[in-house]
């Protein structure tokens, strides 16, 4: 499969670039950024070719990753999807509902594949675990932290303007309900929302089968606080997320396994809770709601 990568960012250069140059079954095509300059470091980093012109890699490709933040992605894996190009998105898919709708719908109308890269679902160890609690079921309750330290510490993703525009519940929100949804299923209401301080953002969620989770979720937390804790308590007793087995290089290259594995798939694989396109749509309503009750609160 020959991919190519959309953007030249912090996240770019940790996660995808890497990734797609060291993947054996894949050839890395190029690199195209908003900044020509980036997108010539970055490919002569990797040993690929720089695009002035995002519709000249497009033609040269099977499928593109994404990593640009989600208003630019949502646009341009629209374009891509209906220029038959494979997604390897990011999360969020979008900000708003319509655009992740846009994304979802270009990828069933131009029946290409996509992928949405949730971290914690593409790591071996957690993958597992999820699995594992989803298919024991009888849970009673969840609570999920992801607390981070991004404009708190020395984080190459402080400066992001998406990130300070909309915070925890759009950066690290996707990833606690990546978590929570297979395990407990769909989220039928946001009960309750409030603020802390910085960006936290504190949920209540309602799921399918009557189960509940509570979500806390920062990019403000104090160093010494930033971390990540999810626990499930139910019939069997209680289960909480183990540590991460791998680093980004690697689960980015499992989801690019993932894509690879999905062309050509019939389109009711991805169904459910698989970190597709339509899922992403999902997890962006949510999302959305929980924004609407913050704001219905002031």
């Known amino acids: 499969m020959r991919i190519g990568l959309l953007g030249t960012g912090p996240w770019a250069r ?92 270009a990828v069933r109308e131009a029946e290409v594949a996509s992928v949405v890269f949730f971290t914690t ?11 594992e609690q989803a298919a024991r079921g009888g849970w009673f309750t969840a609570r999920a932290e992801w607390l981070g330290a991004v404009f708190t510490g020395d984080s190459p993703y402080a400066a ?27 989220v039928t209401r946001v009960r309750a929302a409030g603020r802390g301080p910085g960006d936290t953002v504190h949920g209540v969620l309602e799921h399918e089968g009557g ?14 606080a930033a971390g990540v804790g999810v626990e499930f308590r139910g019939e069997s007793g209680v289960a909480v997320l183990p ?7 690697e689960a980015f290259g499992r989801a690019v396994d993932a894509l690879a594995g999905a062309v050509g798939a019939p389109s009711s694989a991805g169904r459910g809770f698989a970190c597709d396109a339509r899922f992403g749509l999902r997890v962006t309503e949510v999302l959305a709601e929980v924004e609407g009750a913050l704001g219905a609160r002031g």
């Open 14 to 105: 940790a996660a995808h670039a890497p990734a797609l140059a060291a993947h054996r079954e894949v050839e890395f095509t190029g690199v195209w950024g908003r900044r020509p300059e980036a997108a010539g470091e970055l490919a002569a980093l990797h040993g690929t070719r720089a695009y002035d012109d995002v519709d000249a890699l497009l033609a040269d490709v099977d499928a593109v990753a994404v990593a640009l933040p989600p208003s630019v992605q949502a646009e341009l894996a629209v374009r891509a999807a209906r220029a038959g190009r494979h997604l390897l998105l990011d999360k969020p898919l979008a900000t708003t509902v319509a655009g992740a709708r846009a994304v979802a719908d």
């Open 121 to 131: 679902r593409f790591q071996s160890a957690t993958e597992a675990w999820i699995a």
């Open 160 to 186: 992001s303007p998406w990130r300070r525009e909309k915070g925890a519940l759009w950066d690290v929100g996707p990833h606690a309900l990546s978590v929570l949804m297979p395990v407990l299923g769909d």
């Open 211 to 224: 189960a509940s989770s509570t979500v806390t979720l920062s990019l403000t937390a104090p160093v010494a």
């Open 243 to 249: 540590r991460a087995s791998e680093g980004v290089v």
